[in-house]
């Protein structure tokens, strides 16, 4: 390996490490420190974006404007307008309302269904347990999940309620095997022999110990699921089988924007971007999370 | 001079993110060609880090700060990497404390056995493969033509480790470095381990640089023996010597704990509380918390080294008078 | 040795790699030339939709009659300023005071499989459209037929019902077409998927959603089209049409979005061919569905739609506001109607007037066009203004069609292709029980006007007729006209030849390469 | 290894009889009648008692299932109900060319990864990994239909390098063909080979901290060496499992990728057929991807029997 020319002095006297060999081994986590504190804050605004989007918002979202369509970002107009004269930067915030909304309550149902289950599954075990929950969980991961969302949306019909409760089911087998792979893993601990051997119930002791010890990686798994229930959301709007027009939804103001691509890009690029980055700050935030309750990399 | 490795003045230490810890401080010993040369200490005391240095393996973070690592009179401490893995497995070979996970679970035995003289020796695979069965069977590995084309799991520890001794000595090298070689091993393939180490040593006509704990071993095998605490030398010298008139508390303390056939003693003494964590090391001398002849000044000033007869790092023997009152030193 | 055979196999796929990623490279430079060099003697021509059939007979698409009209012939076609010219009937006579059409056929005609053409081929056509079991579309447009009779081998007579003027105009659309009667009954269901016609091409292959292929007909009747093959590619998005348009893969493209049109106009490698349309867009209302049903909110609907507004910033000008069904292009327009601007109080009053809370209906718009989308919004949010709340769905756009036929929608964002007879474009849509009445429309008046403007052949008459029909119907509002297309063919400046026929459609026979 | 062997194929055999219903189950037993689903709510009644009859909707619920299932098998998905096509002949039309699209992306996604991967761990910390780390959280959170605009955005409309959407079929011009294929190919293919990057680190990393690695320096090796010869498999081994099991999210991003640039493939068929509420045809299509997973994973199962002799004994793996 050539080292670099600055180096080469002190590797007469500095010996260095085959193994890991830059210095500043804590540079990249520190790096991902720095960046999961980026990553929160802006999950914090995208909140705030969503809670405060009436008072934010310097214009009515649904308000078209005939006189001022396809207008470049401005002083007016920061993102600019769209194909009716919308303001896009009202519509963006507006839209992370859709967006919150859409990854939290689909997460949630996920959880909901998920964790009960699993933890069962898991406690339990046995044929339930071994034929039928952890099969049907291996069923339900053999499909495209954005085939299954689409194709359960389209059954109830396109709406983003629909889409959101077809997105919840469709990661719900996510939560079912993490609970159940947790919980297996907790039933052998020395606490559950010990609870169990003073006489608490099965559920008391599935409530009260094991769960508060699954919960970290649940939390892990289900912030990352934000992440993916937001691409989903907009994945299904864009193709039409989420929010309805008007309503601002990211998905569906980027399909509205593709058309007039090279006439007026921004249309597109904005709300691009905002999905963008609110998944790539939920997935940094949710490593963050990992990586803090992880005590191996401590 | 008949020394293969002579180490001098050598310090390591690891970096931080806060700074650093120095984990080796200025040891210094020589091994003679054909010699045998023990380390030995309680666990944590830099043993295995000496042997890593020695081969330019330190762990991450580690880096030697002072002194030199000379082989057969040059200094590979200062080598880069390349030139030192034309070193390694030629020269100078190791095995180690794990022979469970030392071996690459992919790879078949042959393979790895016969990779360290493809990359040494411009050899024909076939004349690889012969050479690798000829050693497998040297270290005792029955039926090696079939072993060859197996896969570690399928093998004991026992074996494992006898296949380490082949791939670290299908070169012939000068030197070989054993970590704790039969510390993960049963009590009854030990021995064996041992012997076969032993043997193969006069075989090859190599040095020996055994890391250990097991005094008896020492006893048993080592011309030299080092004796370590808290990544310093306490004590250096010929092994019958050492052995026979121990001068360092601490190296009396270790040979007082080997149990004795002949004796009849109730309860064997040990030495009380444990090795300091590089983070509090005393000022002076390193085992002051658990020497029981500790004096005042051994908890402020490093001991001088002292060699009658062979070398000790302690103020009791210090032909200075140090015993009355604190000396003309000042407080750090 | 094992591990010795995973390394090569591992080295493998790595070079195969390698392999790719060059080859990827270097055809990326030869491509340009190869495209832009693509022999004359193919056409690839890109279309807005894909079409849902290709039997005549069966098509309720206009984009269908784009690749209709290379694979069929009709008995009579239009010229490029819509006069009736013969085709496949080298002359007619009308008789009996417009009751019985005789037809004398082009003896040199057969069909792609070899059936010979003839008034046989012609009596079974027209049979199979008035066999009410076969479900054609084409019944409401030829209904009037009682009686199809074979006089000789190449003559045949048609009799009418009751007089019909429009029927030699209908006759230059799918109606005339002539489909093999031997393919017809081999086919059966399948036709759709095998069609064999008279025309210049024959149908090579189709892949869905991906391409029509036909290649020249070696045994064509008329002038051998200069262009052997043409493929004909769907493109739903007008920006993927367009830019396929720009960057060579296609030569000419049937429609583009009129925000495109400033655009091609200035791109020097491409033309615009613009023709006034003769079909309208609007929306239908369902005058069953409450709140629908209530003449009030539908000529409030009427009233609080800014057309100039939804032609100014959707179709940038390039469309005309529309007041009635039948276009300015149409000598029977109705000019009289000049509500363009949106009256948004005497709306207001009329929602009030209605007397019904929380007026609310579903709007469909087909999916997938971006032009109707925004259309969508632009009546919701002008429509919220007076009272009433719109909710829009998506829905695509055959789905849409067929929900409009069985009466399964509140309102759907649906026009016509227009025909080049008044008649043709309007009767079907607002005669009781029409074969287009989405709405389920129905005005004694305005049946007894359609069906008289049939019959008269006096055209000033007719266009009276027309003109109060056109004041019904405003009146009346169960359709809202919105605007009329104009039609706009962009094509390479390499496209020669291509002529511009008022009924929008490509007649490829025509067009050649430079 | 037989035995190994069996006992996978049994669990497939499970799953994938699971899935069929599910499949069927999706279509037969969401509230309201298939038929009048099919038909639209106001279909005929006689129109909507022909097709139940049709489709046996008459018979109890697990006699459909097995006249189903038995036409599965014997090659009947059914009919389209837009043209009366065999569902079997529409997928098969369209099978190759997502089958195209899905190893160019992958081929990519291969091809970034491994180097990306490789010198990530191996210089960790270094400015490469700080890059590479990026990528991969970018990668993962790009949603693929606003990669695609860009894409179309950068490469068609502003630079003018490649067409912006279509297809050719390879047979037919092979060299079109590919370069069609270019755009789709890492649309697609980002997403994976961001996350196979970040797996092959961290499986790296790990694997770089094991003894048998520190033996690979020990006898002698570069660098380099242990790190193709030694860590490289033994990482692989984790990350090939992932990339079994990302099949089907990477089926999932096929369907958007091919509605936006216009590539005729399952994926645009799936979202046509659910637009045009084409039951038949979603569902063939569906059991179809489904299928495809199963068989796929069983497939990557085996081939890890393979390269790692460990699970060769017996049956009992890890």
Redesign the interface.
Known sequence: ?GEPQLQSETVNRVQIN???K?R?????KL??NK?AVCGGIFVVLLVVLAVFAPLLAPFDPTKQNYGQILKPPSATHWFGTDTLGRDLLSRIIFGAQVSLKAGLISVGIALTIGIPLGMISGYFRGFWDE?IIM??T???????????A???A??LGPSLNHAMIAIGLVFTPYFIRLARGEVLAQREREYVSAARASGLRNFSIMMRHVFPNILGPLIVQATLNV?SAI?AE??LS????GTQPPTPSW?AM??EG?GY??QA?WI??FP??F??LA??SI??FGDGIHDWLDPKLK | MNDILSVNHLSIGFDHSYGHTSVIDDISFNIEKGQTLCIVGESGCGKSLTSLAV?G?LPSGGRIHDGQIVYKGQDISRKS??EL??????EI??I?Q?PM????????IGYQVS??LR??QKVSKHEAKEKAIEMLRLVGIPSPEKRFAQ?P??LSGGMRQRV?IA??LICHPGLLVADEPTTALDVTIQAQILELIQNLKSQFDMALLLITHDLGVVSETADKVVVMYAGQVVEYGDTKELFTEPKHPYTKGLINSIPKMDEDTEVLPTIKGSVPSPDEMPMGCRFVTRCPFAMEICSKIKPPKITDGHEVHCWLYSSEDVKGENPSVDKV | MKARL?GFMFLG?IL??VI??G??GN??N??SS??TNQSTNQLVIGLDNDP?QLDPQKSSAAVDRQVFQSIYNTLVDIDVNGKIVPELATSWKITNGGKVYTFNLRKDVKFQDGTPFNAKAVKFNFDRELDPKSASPRLSEIGSISKVTVLSPYQVQVTLKQPFSPLLSILTDRAGMMLSPTAVKKEG??F??HPVGTGPYKFVER????HITVKAFKGYWGKKPKIQTIVY?P?A?GN?RL??LT?G?VDLVNTIDYKDIDRVKKNPNLKVDEKDAIGFQGIVLNVHQAPLNNVKIRQAINLAIDRESIAKVIFHNYVTPATSPLPVSSWAHDSSLKQTTADTAAAKKLVQESGLKNVHFTLKIP?GSAQNQQLGQMVQSMLKKVGINVKLEM??F??MI??GT???FDAINLGWSGRMDPDGTIYSWFITKGGNNDMGYSNANVDKWLNQARTVSSKQERTQLYHKISQQLWKDAPYISIYYPNDYKAMKKSVQGFQHYPDTMIRPETISLK | MLLYIARRFF?MI??LF??S??VFG??NI?PGDPAS?ML????TPQALASLRQNLGLNDPLYLQYIHWVGGVLQGNLGYSL????PVLN?LL?KIPVTLELTI?AF?LA??IAVPAGIISAV????VW??VT?VFA??G???????LG??L??LL??TL????????VAFAQ????N??LM?MPSIALGIRLSAQLTRMLRSSLLEV????????????????K?VVF??AL??AMLPVLTVAG?EL??????A??TE?IF?V?GLG?????A????DFPV?QGA?LF???A??IV?FLVDIAYSL????IS?GGASK
């Open positions: 390996m085959p193994l890991r830059k500043n081994k804590s540079y990249s790096m991902k960046l034929f099969r049907v291996d069923a339900m991961l053999a499909f495209p999940s954005l085939v299954l689409l194709t359960l389209a059954v992440a691409i907009a994945s864009y193709l039409g089988l998905g980027l399909a593709q691509i090279s890009p597109s690029i691009g971007l999905i963008f998944v790539i997935n940094v | 081969m393996l990497q390349k893995s034309e070193i390694r497995g030629k070979s190791m180690f794990e996970t030392a071996l690459n679970p992919l790879h078949s990779e360290v990359v040494h896969y799991h399928e380490m791939m670290a | 995973k796929v195969l790699l790719a990623s080859c990827g055809k990326g030869t491509s190869t495209t849902p269901a399948n759709s998927n892949v869905k959603q991906d590619h493109y998005d993927v830019t396929n960057s893969n999916a829905v695509e055959g789905t067929q929900q069985e009466h399964n | 669990l499970v799953i699971l899935v219903i599910m999706l279509i969401i689903l639209g709510q106001e279909a837009s043209d009366h096509t529409i039309s160019f081929l291969v091809l210089h960790k910390g270094s990994d700080y780390t959280l970018s993962v959170s790009i949603p693929a239909f606003w605009i860009l179309i955005y068609s409309l003018g390098w490649l067409p912006p959407s279509g297809y011009n092979p060299v079109r590919i370069i270019i770089m901290q094991s003894d048998y690695i520190r033996t690979g320096y020990a006898k002698g090796l570069l660098e060496a010869k030694h498999r033994n099991l089907s999210s990477f089926l999932g991003g369907v958007i509605t216009a005729p645009q068929l799936i979202v046509n659910i637009l045009t509420r979603v569906i991807m489904a299928f997973v199963v994973n390269l790692d002799p460990r004994l």
